[in-house]
């Protein structure tokens, strides 16, 4: 089953002289288990889109299936959906509110009117999933690092078992190595629970190891839908719009015009060492 | 998005009344309240009138943006009007059940109408026409006679102005809040009164943190730039009367003559004869 | 001497639990030694935590060292008689733009400086248009900062400090919180204001690509220097990097890696044409 957008279009204060269209004739399916990369510049509309995946907002045309209904037909329960579609905002920091890391984690699952049990053994298990250590899981989480604070907010949104997980830019302000941290937490839960994932960027050099499918949004639409390989083949397209590819694919897009026989839809370091090592034996 | 809330309603145009200094659109701005009550005959509202109509057409503003002031206090105008429609006693013109309309209670109620109104349309003039910097600006001046009773002029000004730049933000920032915390289940809506209560704490006490840190960020800039409160300070935009200005005072006392004679001597003469 | 020295600067912060009983001390900033040079180009990188904002706070006496001494342009920072001095002397620019723009007009804010410094009204208003136009956002002056993008934001946040015509700016991580269009937007002012007007910058960052064109730069770790150097001194020692939790740009890896490979590439490249000549193609 998946999340299906069919024609969704978002108009901002529609038919007054303020109009402006956030989100332009979207469609787009979202398989179970796949990790995608929603990739566009500030006010590209990603964000918008993302928030329209669990039902915050509504589109002012078009509809949003997920596992075959319409969510905004009446009686379709939102609450469920958005224990089933998590979504962790940028700075998801700034929503922690609880005397202790626990506690906070315990509000989402509590919402959904479980079992004080059942909540309990979720919070403890999200936060193991997020990589956080027992001696902080009762301290107050405005005591913790930036990159702690984070794990916990994120394990805040995994304690209610979603099966689809968006992050609005979860490495938003982290320093290299906990952008790294992050990135490779998520990809190991991935890998473990199957989980689908949408991770949402402004980089595709972060996510591009990391994804199976790479979205670009630009202006409201979807410019490109395809494998990150794919997509980096249109990087001067991707410029234009002000993204960029990853520096390795500049690289191995200029040795191929030097005359050096690569293969110019590498994605990883190593991909391209090995590449350009070959290509030079020959 | 709440990013365009403009607070005071400013509305961009270029007319004499948005020229004009301030203080002088504050002071009018509470004559003219002064004014509407001082006068209580027929001549002085239409007095009023026209003074309020030909300051709406000077400034350029659409008179539709002075109408969504009104909304706000619609709820406000019927109560008033109602009450003194039936509750004032005198000549019956018509009974209602229990309920008597009486001539002087018709009098009342619209003139009390007629006051709110125009109230609301003075105000919305001067926060249309001026913006929030210059509106604090304006009340620093002329709230500087204070400064001799210890009054903190400065530092209430500065505070507003800071004030104003961060509602936006803050507005925001609750949207998001609120959102993220509707991702993670929660009601702000349903439930008894004391759950909804309880239902904010999500809400505001992240609030509350991003509003501290934001003061603690703010605070540190401003030292950062030198800044030690109002002494040694200059003005980039110091307010300085110009001939404008002192013409803007001469017709608003004019104005307010022409009110209290005609609005209330007047009466009396006619009284007397 | 430079425009700002430091000698065995060190900061420590008390540490209290909920009571406000004493827990521990933490040495934030631990034996810092720093003389930079009047018009250069310094980025100081260094993880989160590794205290290099702490650092930057004391070149413009926002804190004071616990021990040692930090001078701005020949004034001791602990000297109360040359606070006011010294802040216009070593403006600064922070983090987040949101909570840095005290106008509710662009050229208000940029103003504000001037403003708090005595400057007569006439050259505030001289001051506000150049320090505009150096940062390209005259055109701007009369917009409301909230419906600004990051990078201007940041870009106004500068021209305000710029209009106080100091002698040396510090950015503490001006770009963490932009995209990578505002985060070029903003480089590219720095870099501009230092060729253009040689005004000395300090600039703070943990992405690596933005210190490429510094004089110097600074690694921090743990509250020390860890290394310092030209750029691609540093840049060439990629492992030691890694220690410190920092990138290094993908070409620069590349090399290394190729490099490790047996391919024979010299040390620290920093750019793709860098890597193209050296391997002669």
């Given amino acids: 089953m998946a999340i299906i957008l069919d024609h969704v279009s978002h108009i901002y204060e529609e038919g007054t002289a303020m109009e402006a269209a956030a989100l332009k004739d979207v469609n787009l399916v979202i398989p179970d288990g796949q990790f995608i990369g929603l990739i566009g510049h500030t006010g590209s509309g990603k964000s918008t889109l993302v928030q329209h995946l669990n039902g915050l907002m509504k589109p002012t045309s078009g509809s949003i299936y997920y596992n075959g209904a319409d969510i905004h037909t009446d009686g379709f329960d939102k609450k469920n959906l958005r224990s089933k579609v998590g979504l962790v905002f940028q700075y998801p920091e700034h929503q922690l509110f609880e005397i202790d890391v626990f506690k906070d984690v315990c509000f989402g699952p509590r919402n959904m009117g479980l079992e004080e049990k059942e909540v309990e053994l979720r919070a403890y298990e999200a936060l193991k999933q997020v990589g956080l250590e027992d001696e902080y899981f009762y301290q107050s989480p405005f005591d913790l690092s930036g990159g702690q604070k984070r794990r916990v907010a994120i394990a805040g949104v995994l304690a209610m078992k979603p099966e689809v997980l968006i992050l609005d830019e979860p490495t938003a302000g982290l320093d290299p190595k906990g952008r790294d941290e992050i990135l490779d937490q998520i990809a190991l839960l991935r890998k473990k629970t199957g989980i689908t994932v949408v991770l949402v960027s402004h980089s595709m050099e972060d996510v591009a190891k990391y994804v199976d499918r790479i979205v670009v949004m630009n202006q409201g639409c979807v410019m490109y839908d395809d494998e990150p390989g794919m997509v980096f083949r249109h990087y001067k397209e991707l410029e234009q719009v002000g993204l960029a590819a990853p520096q390795v694919t500049y690289i191995m897009q200029e040795l191929k015009k030097k005359g050096l026989d690569v293969d110019t839809d590498v994605i990883t370091i190593e991909e391209a060492r090995d590449g350009i090592l070959k290509a030079l034996k020959r | 998005m709440l990013r365009d809330i403009t607070l005071g309603q400013y509305y961009q145009a270029d007319s004499v009344i948005h020229r004009l200094d301030p203080r002088v659109k504050l002071s009018a701005t509470v004559l003219f309240i002064i004014s509407l009550f001082i006068v209580d005959n027929f001549i002085g509202y239409i007095i009023a009138a026209v003074f309020l109509a030909c300051m709406v057409k000077i400034s350029g503003v659409p008179f539709r943006f002075m109408v969504k002031g009104m909304k706000s206090i619609v709820f406000l105008l019927l109560i008033a009007v109602v009450f003194n429609l039936f509750l004032t006693p005198g000549e019956a013109v018509v009974t209602v059940w229990k309920l008597t309309v009486t001539k002087e209670g018709i009098r009342i109620a619209v003139m009390m109408a007629v006051r709110l109104v125009f109230l609301i349309i003075g105000s919305s003039l001067m926060t249309l026409t001026t913006t929030p910097n210059n509106l604090t600006d304006g009340m620093e001046k002329l709230m500087a006679p204070l400064k001799i009773f210890r009054v903190p002029v400065h530092e209430v000004a500065m505070m507003m102005s800071i004030a104003l730049r961060f509602i936006p933000i803050l507005l925001e920032e609750t949207d998001k809040i609120m959102k993220a915390q509707i991702a993670r289940g929660a009601d702000f809506e349903s439930g008894s009164l004391i759950k909804k209560a309880k239902g904010m704490i999500p809400l505001l006490v992240p609030l509350f943190i991003s509003a501290f840190r934001r003061a603690n960020d703010l605070a540190m800039a401003m030292e950062a730039r030198c800044y030690r409160g109002g002494e040694h300070r200059t003005k980039m935009k110091p307010l300085v009367y110009q001939k404008r200005d002192r013409l803007g005072y001469l017709v608003m006392f004019i104005y307010l003559a022409a009110c209290i004679y005609f609005g209330r001597i007047f009466r009396i003469q006619e009284f007397i004869r | ?281």
């Fill in chain 3, 1 to 281: 001497m430079g425009i700002i020295e430091a000698k065995k600067l060190i900061f420590e912060y008390i540490r209290r639990d909920e009571e406000g009983n004493v827990e521990g001390i933490t040495r934030a900033v631990d034996e810092v030694d720093l003389d930079i040079k009047q018009g250069d180009f310094v980025a100081v990188l260094g993880h989160n935590g590794s205290g290099k904002s702490t650092l930057a706070k004391h070149l413009n006496a926002i804190l004071y060292p616990t021990e040692g001494t930090v001078w701005v342009d020949g004034k001791d920072t602990m000297d109360e008689e040359y606070l006011w001095d010294i802040r216009q002397t070593a403006g600064m620019v922070f983090q987040n733009p949101d909570n840095q723009i005290i106008g509710q007009v662009v050229e208000e804010d940029v103003g504000f400086g001037p403003e708090n410094m005595g400057v007569p009204t006439k050259e505030i208003w001289e001051r506000v248009e150049e320090s505009l136009k150096a940062v390209g956002m005259y055109k701007y002056r009369k917009h409301s900062p909230n419906k600004l993008s990051g990078g201007q934001k940041q870009r106004v946040s500068i021209a305000g400090v710029i209009a106080m015509h100091p002698k040396c700016i510090i950015l503490d991580e001006p770009t963490a919180m932009l995209d990578p269009n505002g985060r070029k937007e903003v480089i590219r002012a720095v870099r501009a204001l230092n060729h253009a007007e040689g005004i000395t910058v300090v600039l703070i960052t943990h992405y690596m690509e933005e210190i490429i064109h510094a004089d110097k730069a600074i690694v921090m770790d743990k509250g020390h220097i860890a290394m310092q150097g030209t750029p691609r001194e540093i840049f060439s020692k990629v492992e030691k990097l890694k220690e410190l939790r920092l990138d290094v740009p993908q070409v620069t890896l590349l090399a290394y890696e190729l490099k490790k490979s047996g391919v024979n590439l010299p040390d620290g490249i920093l750019t793709c044409e860098e890597l193209i000549e050296a391997l002669r193609l």
